[in-house]
């Protein structure tokens, strides 16, 4: 995801308390931000970004081709810029897979769609010590308690490169059981789920 231009923390009240949770929620609702920015809800923290680079937008739109042909005549398609909800937390992965009519899977509030019944959601990382994070570490938990089933992160900054596809989420310790790290210049090979044998290797990730 894109380097964050700031962070908007919950302020409380002395009425009676709402959980920290519905405050973030409704102060995210309420938010109008520039064009080309977005906020999402990470970990108790309302987080805004703007836009990725060059090579960030090279990457997603290299995969998403990639998956458009790989899913072509199935079920699922890859989408971008959608919200994915989950208990109050709003997040924006750079790819989902979902169904090609996203109005089958709102949200309750119809903000964006229901993590419940996303199989697949992909970050490309962004450089910053703060963007590195957010992927590699407090949206992987975020994603694990969602029980989205795959996350895959493309990481320009993992030594030369690496690709990096987790599995077996186990929602309650926020944590995948399943890792495999694939060095760009080796094929990374989706294993399960309706991208199953998708690769990401060099025609994607090649400087």
């Not at 836009?51 to 072509?72: C, D, K, N």
Request: net charge negative.
């Amino acid at each position: 995801m894109t380097a964050p231009r700031h962070e908007v923390f919950p302020v409380m009240t002395t009425n009676e308390p709402a959980s920290v949770d519905e405050i973030l929620w409704e102060t995210w609702k309420a938010m109008e931000l520039p064009e080309g920015y977005r906020a999402e809800v990470i970990e108790g923290v309302i987080e805004v970004s703007s836009t990725g680079r060059r090579r960030h937008a090279v990457l997603i739109s290299r995969t998403r081709r990639a998956l458009e042909t790989h899913l072509f005549g199935g079920d699922y398609v890859a989408h971008q810029m959608i919200h994915v909800i989950h208990r109050r937390k709003s997040w924006i992965p750079d790819l989902l897979l979902g169904p090609e009519d996203l109005d089958e899977i709102l949200d309750e509030d119809g903000l964006g769609v229901d993590a419940a019944v996303v199989p697949m959601v992909i970050e490309v990382v962004s450089p910053g010590r703060r963007n590195i994070e957010r992927d590699r570490v407090r949206k992987r938990r975020e994603y694990a308690r969602a029980g989205i089933a795959v996350y895959v992160i493309i990481d320009d900054f993992d030594e030369d490169g690496a690709v990096v596809v987790l599995g077996a989420p186990n929602p309650g310790k926020a944590t995948y059981e399943d890792e495999h790290r694939v060095l760009y210049g080796t094929d990374a090979v989706i294993s399960s789920g309706p991208a199953k044998g998708f690769v990401i290797g060099e025609a994607i990730t090649r400087a």
